[in-house]
């Protein structure tokens, strides 16, 4: 068995705001009919959370359900559960037209906290994320810089970001950029 | 900047976050359609001054392809519509007669 690693490696950066690779997380695209009685029993019993609604994500524990697309969910869980989550929503959802891939080596997870993060993410995306538009149990898929992203907010002042892994350095790298202390842009009123 | 109400996800994306899809509601000629007919399929587009409807993709978003109706030359925006349409709908139509009486594009109007 190889030894899983994040492609950050739990890379620190603190700066007016903290940047911090996750680590190891679990992620599950699951796809199919976000309507049908047969998926959202089977997302309710995989994960403990009820399907979101369009662009909401919710929570349980270790585990969320976040709203992609009209056809998509993006399940969190922990790590080592991504295997066996991913099965039993398979095995749940045999018969129906859906696909369940574990996804979790593919992608990076990064958080953002402090009070300040607001500025840091409005530099790098078009996306409303001013408190009045973005709050927590909002979910948004955007691009921050050149590369696409989805971002959520675990809590007022903790952003969390998810990427794909081949750009997750680059994403670090421009988050961490953002919250250089003396680049605040004062924008966002924190 | 142009930003368009996208149908799929709700949010109003700026079009740093769409891909262009090109003109809408192109009916395909392919394999035994008339050579004039797969010609005009394949290079002849619309260029008016005006009324236009296109393609576009929710491409860092949602993901989905939609339709919109807007004007070339003042880049209002009439209404984005559901890509599941071979065309407009009425409500686009009505809203582009209120600020554009008496328009029309290819067989539209
Ligand atoms: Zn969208």
């Not at chain 1, 039993?88 to 906290?113: C, F």
């Not at chain 1, 421009?174 to 202390?181: M, Q, S």
């Not at chain 2, 009916?27 to 236009?52: I, T, W």
């Amino acid at each position: 068995m190889s030894n899983a690693v994040s492609a950050l490696q739990g890379e620190v950066y603190k700066g007016f705001a903290t940047v911090a690779d996750v680590g190891p997380s679990g992620m599950i695209a699951l796809r199919g009919d976000l309507g049908a009685a047969k998926l959202k029993g089977a997302v309710k019993k995989a994960t403990g959370v009820a399907v979101p609604g369009m662009r909401k994500a919710g929570f349980a524990g270790d585990n969320g359900v976040c709203w992609m697309s009209p056809d998509e969910l993006l399940i969190l869980c922990p790590y080592e559960s991504a295997g066996d989550m991913t099965t039993a929503l398979q095995e749940a959802l045999a018969g129906t037209h859906h696909l369940a891939a574990n996804v979790s080596d593919a992608r990076a997870r990064i958080v953002v906290s402090g009070g300040d993060m607001r500025e840091v993410l409005a530099k790098l995306t078009p996306a409303d994320v001013s408190a009045a538009a973005f709050v927590p149990g909002d979910f948004r898929r955007s691009r921050l810089a050149q590369v696409p992203a989805a971002f959520w907010m675990a809590d007022d002042e903790t952003v969390e970001v998810v990427c794909f892994r081949s750009v997750a350095r680059y994403v670090f790298d421009i988050l961490k950029n953002a919250a250089i202390p003396g680049s605040e842009a004062g924008f966002m009123g924190t | 900047m142009l930003i368009l109400h996208c149908p799929y996800c709700g949010t109003d994306a700026d079009e740093t976050e769409l891909a262009p899809g090109g003109e809408a509601h192109l009916k395909r000629f392919g394999p035994g359609s008339q050579d004039a007919d797969f010609e005009a399929y394949l290079f002849a587009r619309e260029n008016p001054m005006g009324v236009h409807f296109e393609r576009w993709r929710h491409a860092n978003g949602c993901g989905k392809w939609f339709h919109a109706a807007r004007c070339t030359t003042t880049l209002e925006v009439f209404g984005t519509y559901s890509a599941q349409t071979l065309d407009p709908p009425q409500e686009i139509r009505d809203a582009i007669t209120a600020k554009r009486p008496g328009w029309r594009w290819r067989d539209f109007a």
